[in-house]
């Protein structure tokens, strides 16, 4: 398991004062503030994160050390990430992105098929990207306890059931 979760990114620049349009991942995107400071992907840089306002698609937010537009437009696609141990504990059947990425996929037959490379999530709902064994292309499988009944964090497998001629 990751000790950093991705939990937002920094969408571009809001005005000239050195705000920022803040994109959360979070199940309460005003939480994303109270998680700080948040990190860069390399740890390298932080930042405390404050909220001022709803806008389309995010938040405009001050970042602490950011204090103009150029600075903003600087970070523009910046991930920030937040310990772990900051972040609240997930209920049995929730699960964060980044602790399914790597784990085996197994059908219901107990026939492995493949590794989860990444959850997508263009707004209808989270996928997950499978690397299938014997495809070029990986496979997109909506995450929905109907196509994904069986999340083990303890053996690292998931079992899948997908619908027909999915993996064919």
């Known amino acids: ?18 705000e920022v ?9 005003e939480a994303i503030a109270s ?22 698609t995010g938040f405009a937010a001050k970042l602490s050390g950011v204090a103009n537009k150029e600075a903003a ?14 972040l609240p504990d997930l209920p049995d059947d929730e699960f964060y992105h980044t602790d399914l990425i790597g784990l085996l996929v197994y059908d219901t037959g107990g026939v492995e098929v493949g590794r989860v490379k990444a959850v997508l999530n263009h707004g209808a ?4 990207e499978i690397t299938a064994k014997g495809h ?29 001629g999915l993996f064919d």
Do not use: H, Q
């Open 1 to 18: 398991m990751n000790d950093r979760i991705c939990v937002g990114a920094i969408a571009g620049s809001f005005g000239v004062r050195g």
């Open 21 to 29: 349009r803040l994109k959360s991942f979070c199940a309460d995107p």
């Open 35 to 56: 998680y700080g400071p948040l990190s860069d992907e390399k740890g390298e840089t932080s930042w405390e994160v404050k909220l001022s306002r709803p806008v389309k």
């Open 73 to 86: 437009d600087a970070l523009k696609g910046t991930r920030l990430y937040a310990p772990r141990e900051r």
């Open 125 to 128: 709902g989270d996928l997950l």
């Open 136 to 164: 070029s292309e990986p496979v997109l499988l909506p995450f929905t306890l109907a196509t994904v009944p069986t999340v083990d964090m303890g053996t690292s497998r998931i079992v899948i059931d997908p619908p027909d």
